[in-house]
């Protein structure tokens, strides 16, 4: 299958420090790429630079057939991004309407249909950090780079996120996820950002 995504001898710096260097891989729909490496060694830096975010130092991103890549992708940081005032239900009616997507059930999917008018600042960590995911759902993009995206979730919301993940790549959907730990999928490809 042909690469949606294919990254060639890419190099990061951060700080003036070199994070890795001579990255190579590609990404085909339905693959699920985990990015390991200790603290520092630079998994939320690739999914930046991947993102637009940062420049890299040296090497090439291609996006199959995209003028637009920034289009194609969601980035979902290690933070939620969620403004304490706002409703559940407001949240995601900003994103759908913002992205041009679709808002009816992204939060019965996520399990937060009765919290959908409550302010953000009052949901849990985890009903949070599930409200975050409905941002994957109210406006899909085929890519999606996620940033330990089960911190703060218990058992039932890890196992959520695996499915959603793996209905994902079932859709022909392409996911990069920086890990401690793995989320329950079978990964197309681990990259080990310490051994780079």
Known sequence: MAAFLSVSSLS???????????????AAPGDLIEIRGANGAGKTS??????GFLRPARGA?????????????????????????????????YW?????????????????R???????????????????LARLLAAPRPLWLLDEPA????????ELLTGLIDAHRRNGGVVLAALHESLGSAPSQTLDLSAA
């Open 12 to 26: 990061v710096r951060r700080g003036g420090r070199l994070l890795f260097e001579g990255l190579s891989f590609d």
């Open 46 to 51: 690739l999914l930046r630079v991947i993102a």
């Open 61 to 93: 991103l291609q996006f199959k057939d995209r003028a637009d890549p920034q289009a194609a992708l969601h980035f979902l940081g290690h933070q939620n991004g969620l403004k304490g005032a706002v409703s559940a239900h407001a949240h995601v009616d």
């Open 96 to 112: 759908a309407r913002l992205l041009r997507g679709d808002a009816s059930d992204a939060l019965d999917r996520v399990g937060l």
């Open 114 to 132: 009765t919290q959908a008018e409550l302010p953000a600042r009052v949901l849990s960590q985890g009903q949070a950090r599930r409200l975050a």
């Open 151 to 158: 911190a703060g979730l218990d058992a039932d919301g890890r």
